[in-house]
């Protein structure tokens, strides 16, 4: 084993990413997040997660927000702090794979919109799949951080993960990211994993964990020892269980050692009081889970996978079936080959585990995204596909061998078509494409919030103007004046008459 390193450690924040998605099921909001961007950003982070994941999808289906605003609002926010976003390979912040026309467009707006560092992954750890948005993010100048996503399994160890880090680098990693969804590293084996991939990767090694198992805090000291340039934390009031580990701990533990941040503990402070107060108002979407969960050893659950998990089961009245639901996942998992429980193949292996459960007989039905994984159309699963489960689901067809988007057609030229008359801007046909019904949806209701702003003032401006006209001009009566454009308020008493019922 080589010495280990001494140098101070950098860290990614993911307050305003992961650490929401994993514990409020995506849906804090952008007004919940500005207020305390400013001050995040003096505190010195390598990086702030703020975009991509579930981020995408959340505010446009649920919170009616535009995602690319988002971004260009807390880029405006954060000036000095580099913006990271996670990027799902050839699924970009989606589900299923797309063209590459669209990767490449998803890319070039979001670097021009304030993202400095990509963190790329395929669920699989194909790198196939990783292959068009890599010349993306080089070609809009910005960081490529090429991740293999960490699980466990007998087709599954350390020096896979090597080799795996190794193709990464050749392919044109400007870093690696050891992406641990479910935080199932072990200390010893971030030690050995790290020092290995210091040994023989040169660019930056950056470790991503959730402390679900309780492993992570100790799993990311030994990684630091090793080693490792930047861990992932999240400000503690947002930190733990199915999150990552906080970031003030991780700041103390260091502090007069060789890896020492400097990161100021009161500052942090002063942000951990200011998210604990707004995770107040999220407690609807709490995903009920506290503290540490050892089962996630044997299920291998993801944060953001178990938060949206328990939110469905409670949806359909059947939360009291989540520990059959768990016990059922890594069944179905071997039956398809070891994916690693990461987006979108967690949802995928969760979902027929989910049905699995509740219909009471196993693969009664099959979910058309199980199909399409079947037939190859995700990429190359780790290991082979049961033989008995492959035939029940797509019988004798055969899979599909090549890079699934290869198949498939441009799609921009189209959405263009079929938005022609409701929207013109790139970033709305991207959207789009990634999520049609939800992006309609959304369109629709910024279109009536537009017209909303714009009827306000007119209306104001008439109401108040009949008012002043059928006041009484007598002395002492309050004045009230017509509202400006700039939309204050038309109710601000002006002062009194006099005794002639002059102004």
Known sequence: MSKPTSKPI????????????????????????????????????????????????????????????????????????????????????????????????????????????????????????????????????????????????????????????????????????????????????ACELVTRLKEEIQVPIQLHSHYTSGMASMAYLEAIQAGVDVVDTAISSLAQSTSQPPCESMVAVLEGTPWDSKLDLDLLSEIAQYIHDVRDRYEAYECGLVGVDTNVLQFQVPGGMMSNLVNQLREQNALDRLQDVLDEVPRVRKELGYPPLVTPSSQIVGTQATLNVLLGKRYKTIPEEVKQYVRGYYGRPPAPIDPKIQKLVIGDEEPITCRPADLLEPAIPKARAELKGVTKKMEDIIAYILFPQPALEYFEHRKEQEALAELTPNLLAAVTATLIELQPKQPGMPIIRRPNTNGSNPWVLAGRRDAMGFE
């Open 10 to 189: 950098k860290f990614t924040d993911t307050t305003f990413r992961d650490a929401h998605q994993s514990l409020l099921a995506t849906r804090m909001k952008t007004e919940d997040m500005l207020p305390i961007a400013e001050k995040m950003d003096q505190v010195g982070f390598h990086s702030m997660e703020v975009w991509g994941g579930a981020t995408f999808d959340a505010p446009l289906r649920f919170l009616k927000e535009n995602p690319w605003e988002r971004l260009r609002q807390l880029r405006a926010a954060i000036k000095k702090t580099k913006l990271q976003m996670l990027l799902r390979g050839q699924n970009i912040v989606g589900y299923r794979h797309y063209p590459d026309d669209t990767v490449r467009k998803f890319v070039e707006l979001a670097a021009k919109n304030g993202i400095d560092i990509f963190r790329i992954f395929d669920a699989l750890n194909d790198p196939r799949n990783m292959e068009t948005a890599i010349k993306a993010v080089h070609k809009a100048g910005a960081h490529a951080q090429l991740s293999f996503s960490y699980t466990i399994s007998p087709v599954h160890n350390v020096e896979t993960f090597v080799e795996q880090a190794k193709i990464l680098e050749a392919m044109g990693a400007d870093s690696i990211c050891i992406k641990d969804m479910a935080g199932l590293l072990s200390p010893f084996i």
